[in-house]
């Protein structure tokens, strides 16, 4: 192992999640504690903080006000959505970002983001090689759509999956209220993997969870999803369908857009965004089977309620950003931290395991069909198996006056520092 | 006082709130160690249940299950929205709900619900007296929209009031995740009153609420509405308004109904409903700035997201259960219970007080015009006062594998006892 003695930047990318900052907080703690780690910056924005020289300097935040990061949902020092062009087509941002490394004598950069960040990890990494200037640098993985190649689950979908599982078995206790019929239609987040929508199941798992599942892994027919609803609703008085937003027809057309293209036809004024899927699928329901319907969209707290994150998430994250930050010291470089999982004595583990970037960054993990019931309307044990360890554990997120206590944090920028 | 033994019936009406059960289960344990009461029956869906002699043998569930109603969303026992005629009118459900108290020697009735509940109360109460039948009749209150007249406040808002607080936080802070600009426009539920949408400025308390709350006491104009988002956005590129689904424009006219307006003059398949205010104000906002925009309705969520509840709510919406059965065995009757406030060296106590069914029965409490800011789009310090008691301490619900552990009933029918 070779001693690397300097800074470190640590950012953050990509849309939020309830847990991303458990990361960025294992990583800038270990840092800060680390002797080897010089000063730790927080990128403002991602990688645009450290191209526009927007860096904090975190150890002028208080270390108890820091700690509150481990449960503030969203991304504390910001995010960004910028993808860097390869090095081959165009270099300015390289040049740049090498510049500010020189700068601050950064030797450590550590990225928490999604797929694109893996890739954005990985050209820094092979730019800075190929320069000469040594630097290692480390992905922490981050997303509640848990579509990352390799990697068991992903830090953010516990507590995603945690958040819509609670909120399906609330929503099947309200839809009983009355003796009336009902429909009702949740729309849940994932565009091309069905791992949050599947969190439906878990309900399930406790007796209070939706009659149908529809993933974007199957294609999707409006006929035979209206002929499942009024067959349920016929027996029950009572049918919840939980869909995810990127359920497909046969041809690989939204379904999402079916009502948009209603609207399109009618609609001169540019209102075709009117009403998401949930709406439009409870309007059919409703015109076949007669049906009082309802339309809810989980939104985005699906993926910032951090009231209701899972603990064993938090923790999880935590490590992640904590472990990139230790391996990088030992010498570790180019790699993104990740999780496998194994059973002790019948008991869910969660150990680190190093991934390639390259692994990561150009494929999606799908839900395997075996998960999936024979209708495929539906998850069997396999998946609950899978699912019901990274929910467990409640937030241990402060209160305060009967609020979540979220992180204030000064934000003090290293360029303005004397 | 007089003693009256014999059964009592316990049944809920109307929507369904986090901890309305809390309520039910306060009145049920109360009445089941009572030497007085015989029998404690729930109504199966409120008084459609008596009428239809759907009584549920209460004392046939066992008693540590039981205790997980209090933390149990919706309505256990089963609701309804069923109205009584004027007994002058038409009288035959009257004769039956005799007939079917004096089937089951009926001396105790509570009913659990809103203000219509509390005219069912009246009616019956009214009537028994009217015929000779002794019999003590009292109303338990419950509504997340908080417009019961008399009570400082209602079983039900608390929790409610302290989901939508803690959801704007986790906006606000996912709102902000990017460096680009943004204007999210959040719905509220709340028809008439504003309480429920006021609730979104505790978030401003924390520092991290909407910049602007519109009521539906306030008259709304869209175009004043759309330079003051403008020129927040302008000036801080973001910008999270709240919004009551009951607001009007001067002419009484729901701002809710433009957008149908719009999509019914195009859409000849009656298509009118997709879409809600929420994505209505967005694309309106969308259209006057160019802003990204994203609305958001927080949907059923915030009245059955018994996982957030209240527990100074829950406590008190018990309360209000077990006080009911204490009075109406201690001779009174003919009263709903209701909260008074009171501070004791400057804490908040909330203390039981009965009023007239009568008093509750017609009318509307409303935000009181002083507890608004000058410009009438947020609320002052008078309202955080008021609420900031009610939304105070975390749920004690029990969690099973990381997920809410809620109440599973045997419901065993009196009527087919032997």
């Not at 948009?260 to 009618?266: E, N, S, V």
Request: aromatic residues 10%; proline residues 2%; hydrophobic residues 35%.
């Amino acid at each position: 192992m070779s001693l690397l003695k300097g800074a470190c930047i640590i950012g953050q990318s990509g849309g939020p999640t309830s847990v991303i900052n458990a990361s960025a907080y294992g990583a800038i703690k270990t840092a800060l504690e680390s002797d080897c780690i010089t000063k730790v910056y927080g990128a403002a924005n991602g990688i645009k903080g450290v191209l526009e020289d927007r860096l904090y300097d975190m150890g002028m935040e208080d270390p108890a006000e820091l700690a509150h990061m481990k449960y503030t949902p969203s991304s504390a020092l910001g995010s960004c959505r910028y993808k860097l062009k390869d090095s081959s087509v165009d270099d300015t941002d390289y040049k740049r970002i090498l510049e500010i490394f020189k700068k601050y004598n950064v030797r450590y950069f550590f990225y928490n983001g999604g797929n694109d960040s893996m890739d954005t990890c990985n050209k820094i990494s092979k730019y800075m090689l190929a320069n000469g200037y040594e630097c290692r640098i480390m992905g922490i993985p981050k997303t509640i759509d848990n579509d990352l190649t390799g990697t068991d689950h992903c830090p953010g979908y516990g507590s995603a999956a945690k958040y819509i599982a609670t909120s399906l078995m609330e929503i099947y206790h309200d839809a009983r209220v009355y003796d009336t019929g009902m429909v009702t239609v949740v729309e849940i987040m994932g565009r091309n993997a069905g791992w949050l929508t599947a969190a439906a199941s878990l309900a399930n798992y406790k007796g209070n969870g939706p009659d149908l599942i529809f993933l974007p892994e199957v294609d999707f027919d409006l006929d035979s999803f209206l002929a499942k609803v009024d067959e349920i609703y016929k027996k029950n008085k009572k049918c919840i369908v939980a869909v995810s937003e990127g359920i497909r027809d046969k041809n690989g057309k939204y379904i999402s857009e079916y009502g948009a293209d209603l609207a399109q036809t009618k609609d001169s004024f540019g209102h075709a965004q009117l009403g998401g899927l949930a709406a439009f699928l409870a309007d059919e329901v409703k015109k076949k089977t007669g049906a009082k319907v309802r339309g809810i969209e989980l939104s985005l707290l699906q993926r910032c309620a951090a009231h209701s994150a899972s603990q064993t998430d938090i923790d999880e994250s935590f490590l992640a950003g904590k472990s990139a930050v230790e391996y990088a010291i030992s010498g570790i470089t180019d790699k993104m931290v990740g999780f496998e999982r194994s059973y002790e004595n019948g008991k869910y583990v969660c150990n680190i395991k190093l991934f390639d970037l390259t692994v990561v960054a150009n494929t999606e993990k799908k839900i395997p069909a075996e998960w999936m019931n024979q209708t495929k309307d539906g998850l069997n044990e396999k998946f609950v198996e899978y699912a019901l360890p990274l929910i467990q554990g409640e937030t241990k997120l402060e209160r305060e006056d009967g609020l979540p206590r979220f992180v204030k944090l000064k934000k003090v920028l290293a360029s303005s520092e004397k």
